[in-house]
Nanobody, 114 residues
Framework: VQLQASGGGLVQPGGSLRLSCAVS????????MAWYRQAPGKQRELVAS???????RYVESVKGRFTISRDNAKNTVYLQMNSLKLEDTAVYYC?????????WGQGTQVTVSS
């Protein structure tokens, strides 16, 4: 199972970005998909998650601004990030549980700066 994340970049405060994470390989089940982030000097934190049934959860700091979604046909999870703030700057990582095993994608840098 391989994860390929994309969509990071440099954006001004108030801007938007959409992260994607495509999962490939022999996948029989994929119950949990999530995005984490890690800012310099800070611990990695769970930003948003989505279950196979579509239930979502968000860290309080991104509620109302970020939306996680998944396309099961494409084995892809997305993170739509709107109204970005300076404090959203971090390396974002996708994480999935596929075939009852957890996998991490490579990080993608999101930088919010004026």
């Amino acid at each position: 199972v391989q994860l390929q994340a994309s969509g990071g970049g440099l954006v001004q405060p108030g801007g938007s970005l959409r992260l994607s994470c495509a999962v490939s390989g022999s996948i029989f089940s994929m119950n949990f998909m999530a995005w984490y982030r890690q800012a310099p000097g800070k611990q990695r934190e769970l930003v948003a998650s989505i279950t196979s049934g579509g239930s979502t959860r968000y860290v309080e700091s991104v509620k109302g601004r970020f939306t996680i979604s998944r396309d099961n046909a494409k084995n892809t999870v997305y993170l739509q990030m709107n109204s970005l703030k300076l404090e959203d700057t971090a390396v974002y990582y996708c994480y999935v549980v596929a075939n009852s095993v957890g996998y991490w994608g490579q990080g993608t840098q999101v930088t919010v700066s004026s």
